[in-house]
T-cell receptor
Framework: RKEVEQDPGPFNVPEGATVAFNCTYS??????FFWYRQDCRKEPKLLMS???SGNEDGRFTAQLNRASQYISLLIRDSKLSDSATYLC???????????FGKGTTLSVSS | NAGVTQTPKFRILKIGQSMTLQCTQD?????MYWYRQDPGMGLKLIYY???????DKGEVPNGYNVSRSTTEDFPLRLELAAPSQTSVYFC?????????????FGEGSRLTVL
């Protein structure tokens, strides 16, 4: 079983749409969870952390379900500039490296 | 503020050649990492370091070597390049705080082995 699995994508949505990405992780001892964004041919950058209580940053909402080992990212009112690949990232243990999912590609069209 | 700087940005190697990808950071981060990213795939950890003088293997270390003689520098050495090492290589750094989870990446080094 792969450590971090994401929706295969790609997701093609019109501007203004709401889109949700899902991610599952295999190690129940995972401690920290994040969403990164990667633009085409660029380096990944942290989008937001994911907390147990759920957290929101503007149009972006992240949720964590530890019992189901499931993470989600909701994007409301999609913008053209949201077009990118979204990477689900998990940290199992302090001092170890982050584990990245393959990513889900979002394309927002006008 | 330079952040994480990788060189070279692009390189073409012949099979069997060797080279070093350079990585330096100016944020005084203890943790540094090398990842590779193949097309349509996630980032795979090659090696990482938790401080000067300490390195450890990641998920895909074969064919690579690293050293960490200073806090700032974390070069990745490819010995006897093979076509399977054609990839984009990202160096990253972070602080000790595991909860922030923020890795700062370099812009990547695109390597082609022919």
């Amino acid at each position: 079983r792969k450590e971090v699995e994401q929706d295969p994508g790609p997701f093609n949505v019109p501007e203004g749409a709401t889109v949700a990405f899902n991610c599952t992780y295999s190690n129940s001892a995972s401690q920290s969870f994040f969403w990164y964004r990667q633009d085409c041919r660029k380096e990944p950058k942290l989008l937001m952390s994911v907390y147990s209580s759920g957290n929101e940053d503007g149009r972006f909402t992240a949720q964590l379900n530890r019992a189901s080992q499931y993470i989600s990212l909701l994007i409301r009112d999609s913008k053209l500039s949201d077009s990118a690949t979204y990477l689900c990232v998990v940290n199992y243990q302090a001092g170890t490296a982050l584990i990245f999912g393959k990513g889900t590609t979002l394309s927002v069209s006008s | 503020n330079a952040g994480v700087t990788q060189t070279p940005k692009f390189r073409i190697l012949k099979i069997g050649q060797s080279m070093t990808l350079q990585c330096t950071q100016d944020m005084n981060h203890n943790y540094m990492y090398w990842y590779r990213q193949d097309p349509g795939m996630g980032l795979k950890l090659i090696y990482y370091s938790v401080g000067a003088g300490i390195t450890d293997k990641g998920e895909v270390p074969n064919g690579y070597n690293v050293s960490r003689s200073t806090t700032e520098d974390f070069p990745l050495r490819l010995e006897l390049a093979a076509p399977s090492q054609t990839s984009v290589y990202f160096c990253a750094s972070s602080t000790r705080d595991r909860n922030t989870g923020e890795l700062f990446f370099g812009e990547g080094s695109r390597l082609t082995v022919l």
